[in-house]
């Protein structure tokens, strides 16, 4: 498919040289004294063997590219009461002082045992001269090993009761851990002398996520701002100004998709810096690129009065209907009161009555809810479908569903026209346009009973990780929003 590939290879880096000094088992130890005496002085310890290099709960590096420092220290999942450190510097040099209670929270340490919690010292302008803060030093920072001390002040909390505030004390420690300096990476992004090692501030086994690489980063970026201008045209003369009136087209973001009603931003995809990297899939590098965000818009046309006259007309109708009812009851209830009537014939007199004269809005209600099918449109950009679930398109009617080949540059169109269901809604037009490979579509139903035009993306053996091979874009609504969608 012209214009979409973006070749690249996948290189997954070796092993490099161990010391045999990685035997010795890593460790953290620090001692808190308080200055005033009210409490004994707190000890936490944390021993730890060899990292590994995509271990969630060690982790450090030196960002070749910017050379800051990075370095993460936490807990094994259910440490319970035990001695616990927290550390998260980010950083540039080997020094850090820390403050709580400041704007700056990339870096931070909290320390932690059965009755006490840790951290730096609050910050506050009228004791900046006499609350110094904590301060911590890298005497080591290598890829395999990393040394640190830490000095200066703490503030303690109590774990018991309320969590009480016990107030500033002093700090002393030292760390010192080992790990196998290994790295995965991505693939690299063509086009940009990007970085592909996968540095991962993040990294999280649990929850199957970790920080981009670079190259990744720098290809989602793109992605994300070729849909944005793409659908540009389509915020063109859609919202009003002032008063909405019959015809006024208003755009919003679908639920948990990325906002792509943003400004175009100028900047260079190959040196995206790691803060702005974000997560992605803890294998994302094995796998075919699959943009994390969703895109989505929905367009809402606002209806005429006249659209909504058959309402307004049937409201009257049922008033004058409920008007009739409550007069035929009080007769009943009139002839049942003087005994000329019994209760059974009362039930059957008012059942025969409300069969031919039913308190009903069929004939609005139906309308309005064609009206909502009509009014509305959604839309949804895939990249890269991940699974077949991806691929499938739900029909509205699957008797007059077509296959189309009108537009441009895409292998075909699926489009299925509104359709009433059995309960009177109506089910709104649908529409899908493929863009790429995919096998020919056939009529397929679901396992939850709803029929689907059944397709799927079709991927090379040996693929590039970072190249976009296909692209989906559904629709969901009226036919007149559908063809303003895709004129544009």
């Given at each position: 498919m012209n214009g979409i590939f973006l070749i690249l290879r996948v290189v997954i880096s070796g092993c490099l040289f161990i010391n045999t000094s990685y035997g010795q088992m890593g460790s953290f130890t620090a001692t808190i004294t308080p200055t005033d005496g009210h409490y004994k002085a707190i000890?936490?310890?944390?021993k730890k063997p060899l990292f590994k290099f995509d271990d969630a709960h060690g982790y450090w590096f030196i960002h070749p590219r910017t050379g800051s420092h990075h370095f993460a220290l936490y807990p094994p999942q259910g440490y319970g009461y035990g001695d616990a450190a927290f550390i998260d510097l980010n950083g540039d040099g080997n020094d850090y002082d820390l403050y709580t209670l400041t704007s700056d929270n990339s870096s931070s340490v909290t320390l932690k045992n059965e009755g006490y919690g840790i951290t730096a010292p609050?910050?506050?302008s009228r004791d900046k001269e006499t609350i110094k803060p904590m301060h911590i030093h890298f005497t080591t920072f290598t890829a395999g090993e990393v040394a640190f001390t830490i000095f200066g002040f703490a503030q303690v909390i109590s774990s018991k009761g309320n969590g009480e505030d016990l107030g500033v004390a002093a700090i002393t420690g030292s760390g010192h851990f080992y790990r196998e300096p290994q790295y995965a990476q991505s693939a690299t992004l063509p086009g940009c002398n990007c970085d592909a090692t996968i540095y991962?501030?993040?990294f999280d086994a649990e929850e199957q996520a970790r920080t981009r690489s670079d190259c990744e980063a720098a290809l989602r970026n793109k992605v994300f701002d070729a849909v944005r201008s793409s659908m540009a045209p389509l915020f063109t003369n859609v919202s009003h100004a002032g008063k909405a009136v019959a015809g006024d087209i208003n755009i919003s973001m679908l639920p948990g998709c990325a906002d792509i009603n943003v400004p175009e931003k100028e900047r260079d995809y190959c040196s995206e810096n790691f803060y702005t990297n974000g997560t992605t899939a803890l294998n994302a590098q094995?796998?075919?690129f699959t943009n994390d965000d969703g895109f989505g818009l929905r367009f809402i046309k606002l209806p005429s009065d006249e659209d909504l006259s058959s309402s307004a007309v049937s409201t009257v109708h049922l008033q004058e209907l409920i008007k009739q009812q409550v007069?035929?009851?009080d007769s009943l209830q009139k002839l049942m009161a003087a005994k000329k009537i019994t209760p059974d014939q009362f039930t059957k007199a008012l059942q025969v009555f409300t069969d031919k004269h039913p308190l009903t809005m069929d004939a609005p209600t139906k309308n309005l809810k064609k009206m909502e099918a009509e009014y509305n449109l959604h839309v949804h950009v895939i990249i890269n479908a991940a699974d077949a679930g991806d691929s499938y398109l739900k029909l509205s009617d699957r008797a007059k569903t077509i296959i189309e080949h009108?537009?441009?540059g895409s292998s075909f169109e699926v489009y299925s026209p509104m359709a009433k269901d059995t309960e009177g809604s109506w089910l709104a037009a649908r529409m899908g346009i493929y863009f790429g490979k995919?096998?020919?579509p056939v009529i397929n139903k679901q396992g939850d009973g709803y029929d689907t035009e059944k397709t799927m993306a079709v991927y090379p053996v040996n693929g590039n990780k970072l190249s976009i091979y296909n692209i989906?874009?559904?629709?969901?609504?009226?036919?007149?929003?559908?063809d303003k969608a895709i004129a544009n």
């Open positions: 000890t936490i310890s944390v609050a910050w506050h991962a501030k993040t094995k796998k075919n007069a035929f009851i009108n537009i441009k995919f096998t020919a989906i874009i559904k629709m969901e609504g009226g036919k007149e929003l559908m």
